[in-house]
T-cell receptor, first 114, second 111 residues
Framework: DTAVSQTPKYLVTQMGNDKSIKCEQNLGHDTMYWYKQDSKKFLKIMFSYNNKELIINETVPNRFSPKSPDKAHLNLHINSLELGDSAVYFC?????????????FGPGTRLTVT | QQQVKQSPQSLIVQKGGISIINCAYENTAFDYFPWYQQFPGKGPALLIAIRPDVSEKKEGRFTISFNKSAKQFSLHIMDSQPGDSATYFCAADTGFQKLVFGTGTRLLVSP
């Protein structure tokens, strides 16, 4: 059983296109995240949702729009893709409360913009 | 204040040796410090974590040493194995349901 799953695993598209990445978690967690990992492996948080409510919105271009239809799903839609958007995007989830912030990551979606 | 500084950027260790990765932070409000391990093509996975009320935590060959006064913590991998070759990230819980990550250390354990 996959705890955090993402689709697609690879995404190759041209500049200017619009694309979506989907994420699902079956851990019963309340909080979900989107991270971007660039070519230097640096992990940066983009968004966080808790029970479908946006709680973290880092400095991300508004071409990126997250959507959480329910607490088990968090999708990322990207408009007007640019070359600099090429990266690996990770979804993660964690319990909404508790003493520690253990995050469980999905396998990643490698986005290549040409 | 919202940063975690990690070193070295890369590390080569012989099989059986000790791998040591260091991290430092500024914000004393950080209260939970996990380490994540990432293999190529995979997502990061929680390896071991510590809270600042203890100075050391050990799980198998992996140990976190924590120095609260110096605001530093480190990961020690004893008896390093080729299967430990991966990228390691330290992180800190900012207290706002948000982790800040270090820049990562690529570890290569040579046979």
């Amino acid at each position: 059983d996959t705890a955090v799953s993402q689709t697609p695993k690879y995404l190759v598209t041209q500049m200017g296109n619009d694309k979506s990445i989907k994420c699902e978690q079956n851990l019963g967690h309340d909080t979900m995240y989107w991270y971007k990992q660039d070519s230097k492996k640096f992990l940066k948080i983009m968004f966080s949702y808790n029970n479908k409510e946006l709680i973290i919105n880092e400095t991300v271009p508004n071409r990126f729009s997250p959507k959480s239809p329910d607490k088990a799903h968090l999708n990322l839609h990207i408009n007007s893709l640019e070359l600099g958007d090429s990266a690996v995007y990770f979804c993660a989830s964690s319990r909404g409360s508790g003493e520690t912030l253990e995050q469980y990551f999905g396998p990643g979606t490698r986005l290549t913009v040409t | 204040q919202q940063q975690v500084k990690q070193s070295p950027q890369s590390l080569i260790v012989q099989k059986g040796g000790i791998s040591i990765i260091n991290c430092a932070y500024e914000n004393t409000a950080f209260d939970y410090f996990p380490w994540y391990q990432q293999f190529p093509g995979k997502g990061p996975a929680l390896l071991i974590a510590i809270r600042p009320d203890v100075s050391e935590k050990k799980e198998g060959r992996f140990t976190i040493s924590f120095n609260k006064s110096a605001k530093q913590f480190s990961l020690h991998i004893m008896d390093s194995q080729p299967g430990d070759s991966a990228t390691y990230f330290c992180a800190a819980d900012t207290g706002f349901q948000k982790l800040v990550f270090g820049t990562g250390t690529r570890l290569l354990v040579s046979p």
